[in-house]
Nanobody, 123 residues
């Protein structure tokens, strides 16, 4: 059983940067494709960014391309989400997710979830 713990959320102003971390335990993060989803109030949980387990290929939602960067440190069993040029519409709870097999952008395909970390961007 894999446990995922997110950290790094907070209150920032529009244009600021923030880095989220997701620490994995109970397994080896390199065995999983990892990613980030987010859920704003009253909205569905949506894909943000993903990184494959083997070669570290990345994918992003169109809304964050060019502003967010996902990376992983397998030695630390940690995945990061660097968020730059934050906008008020980025306000959401951000969830870390892991999938045993090939990466998917569909939330229903994820095998493990963290409890989330809140990011609030004030305009």
């Amino acid at each position: 059983q894999v446990q995922l713990v997110e950290s790094g959320g907070g209150l920032v102003q529009a244009g600021d940067s923030l880095r989220l971390s997701c620490a994995a335990s109970g397994g080896t993060s390199s065995s999983y494709s990892m990613g980030w989803f987010r859920q704003a109030p009253g909205k569905e949980r949506e894909f943000v960014a993903g990184i494959t387990r083997r070669f570290g290929f990345t994918s992003y939602a169109d809304s964050v391309k060019g502003r967010f960067t996902i990376s992983r440190d397998n030695a630390k069993n940690t995945v990061y989400l660097q968020m730059n040029s934050l906008k008020s519409e980025d306000t959401a709870v951000y969830y870390c997710a892991a999938r045993i097999s090939m990466w998917s952008t569909k939330k229903d395909d994820m095998d493990y979830w963290g409890k989330g970390t809140l990011v609030t961007v004030s305009s």
